[in-house]
């Protein structure tokens, strides 16, 4: 045992059994004739001793001091140890008994909790851990893409500055800032994910409109994508809860831009909100062609992209990413097919969980 | 027409550097730069340069820093370049005196219209207060004199604090204002730096005043920031 933990218990240890005293002669002096009460001091005594210290030695050692005072102190002949009275080693067992009992039961608890904490101490961390390698697998395999992409245009475009006409020229550095702005969203994403996993899987919470998330998301859509068409709506009635804004407008962000990219229709998208009363809930719904069954489950692992097609390349991480801000939040996002395509919904509760301040 | 504008740019990659030179100059603009803060300074004391623009991370000195020392003897304007999710830099350098800021990477359009604000600012005179009597942007008309705003030529009534902002706001419009500038500007500068009453109005004039409060068209949030109100079409 830890010296410390030593000086600890004996602290507690007397100063638990001084009470006791201290109290017992006060009902001694108040009620006379009650020598119950007294004992039964003594064993609430005892039992806080055992819950709070560790090990089995102070429980034992202050319940033969609690049979000895009551002997000596508040039993007649008063001042005299005298263990001739009847049924006084009854008494004694008692104490014993009780000490014994309390103490074995609180040490398993405490070794019981200590192992829980670490078992989910261990848990956390390997999930964390098999977030932060998937995301990592992801990223590689995503980035590489569009830089092979860069570097051939580039690379074309020099080597042939001279046979190519205006057009080609042209088309190859499109291409080139196609793929520039797909890699500053990708590398947007990953920034956010570093502003969570700064503050270990914990976001920054401060009370925000939710109509300027929204509206903010909107316009920074219609920066990288000019013609998307979005039917937008939020409540009239303002709605102001806690989050980190840039996040949740990234998650919002990402939704709508797959919902344009990957719906594979030209039908407005839609986003609302609704209101509930534990949460508000974001919507974005499009008119597309849905999301496979199979797919549904996994698609917000990110895990689902590697190996697979480049066909939705940057679907994979922008979505996990969303799963990790939204669960970082204390949300939930999810996908549903409706009749005509695919809806992406995610809510936030409107209260901060009491950890959160 | 006008001479032409002196620029000065400070920013230390050499690549970003070279393009918005390029697109400055071939804009009309004077441009001469640095590649860190302390050239920078004494080309900005030493030139006198009409605005400058500063990207926050240099290497040999912290861009507030840079900022405080220039607002210490001028009151040029500063536009800052800066990265998209660090919004409390953002702040820091509005607070410390900078114009305006532009979010790496931007297009050639914004930097062109957010220079152009940023040296109205200096050609109006004094300070923010524009000499205009009355803001137009759409079918949004602001009358200071009369205290009148309208839309499609019909009258909307505002409280005395929407009114209030809307006024500041528009009077700095194209330029980004900070929830607490806002605020101290609006109800006083000891008020409560709790701005969500200010959230309220903002919902309110947004409800008044543009068609879809999802999809503004007059007055956008910059996330963390503050709010922006769309430039003034009588300048």
């Known amino acids: 045992m830890i010296k410390s933990q030593k000086i600890t218990n004996l602290i507690i240890t007397v100063s638990c059994l001084t009470a006791a005293t201290a109290l017992a002669f006060l009902f001694f002096y108040l009620v006379p004739n009650n020598g119950s009460n007294i004992a039964l001091i003594y064993i609430l005594a005892l039992i806080v001793i055992v819950r709070f210290t560790d090990g089995y030695l102070p429980g034992l050692f202050s319940s033969v001091i609690a049979v000895i005072c009551v002997n000596f102190l508040f039993t007649y002949p008063y001042f005299e140890l005298n263990f001739t009275l009847a049924g006084y080693p009854i008494t004694f067992l008692e104490m014993l008994a009780v000490t014994l009992f309390t103490s074995t039961m609180t040490t398993s608890m405490k070794e019981q909790a200590k192992l829980i904490a670490e078992r989910d101490k261990l848990l956390s961390e390997a999930e964390k851990e098999k977030m932060r390698a998937n995301l990592l697998r992801a990223v590689s395999h995503d980035l590489r893409t569009p830089l092979t992409g860069i570097i051939g245009a580039s690379a074309s475009y020099l080597e042939n500055d001279g046979t190519l006409s205006d057009s080609e020229k042209n088309s190859i550095v499109m291409h080139i800032q196609e793929d520039a702005n797909w890699l500053l969203n990708m590398v947007e994403n990953l920034l956010s994910v570093t502003r969570i996993y700064d503050q270990s899987t914990k976001v920054k919470k401060t009370d925000e409109s939710v109509e300027e998330v929204v509206s903010a998301a909107m316009l920074r859509l219609k920066k990288r994508i000019p013609d998307a068409q979005v039917n937008v709506s939020v409540p009239d009635e303002l709605l102001i809860i806690p989050m980190d804004a840039i996040l949740i407008e990234q998650v919002l962000l990402n939704l709508l831009e797959n919902a344009i990219i990957h719906s594979q229709s030209e039908k407005p998208i839609l986003c609302f909100v609704d209101d509930d009363s534990q949460t508000v809930t974001f919507h974005v719904k499009d008119f597309g062609i849905g999301i496979a069954e199979n797919r549904q489950y996994d698609i917000f692992d990110g895990s689902s992209y590697t190996g697979s097609t480049d066909s939705n390349k940057g679907m994979g991480i922008g979505l996990s990413i969303c799963k990790t801000i939204i669960t970082a939040h204390g949300g939930i996002i999810n996908v549903r097919n409706h009749e005509h395509g695919a809806e992406f919904y995610f809510s936030l509760p409107k209260e901060r969980a009491p950890h959160e301040s | ?235």
């Open chain 2, 1 to 235: 027409m006008n001479p032409k504008k002196q620029l000065l740019l400070i920013e230390d990659e050499r690549n970003i550097c070279n393009f918005i030179m390029t697109t400055l100059k071939s804009n009309d603009y004077k441009v001469s730069y640095a590649l860190n803060a302390q050239t920078g300074l004494s080309l900005a004391a030493s030139q006198c340069p009409d605005l400058i623009l500063l990207d926050l991370g240099l290497p040999d000195m912290d861009g507030i820093d840079v900022i405080k020392k220039i607002r210490s003897w001028s009151n040029l304007p500063i536009i800052v370049i800066s990265a998209r999710t660090q919004e409390k830099e953002k702040v820091e350098a509005l607070d410390a005196g900078a114009d305006d800021y532009i979010t790496k990477p931007f297009g050639t359009s914004e930097l062109m219209a957010r220079i152009r604000t940023a040296l109205r600012r200096t050609a109006s005179g004094s300070g923010s207060q524009s000499p205009q009597n009355r803001y137009t942007a759409g079918s949004l008309v602001i009358d200071y004199e009369k205290h009148i705003i309208t839309i499609d030529g019909e009258i909307v009534h505002f409280t005395q604090i929407e009114y209030k902002i809307l006024t500041f706001l528009s009077q700095n419009a194209g330029r980004v204002i900070t929830y607490d500038s806002l605020i101290s500007h609006v109800w006083g500068p000891f008020a409560d730096s709790n701005n969500r009453i200010l959230r309220v109005n903002m919902a309110n004039i947004r409800r008044k005043l543009e068609n879809n409060p999802a999809d503004p068209h007059y007055i956008f949030t910059e996330i963390g920031i503050g709010y922006r109100m769309i430039d003034n079409e009588n300048q």
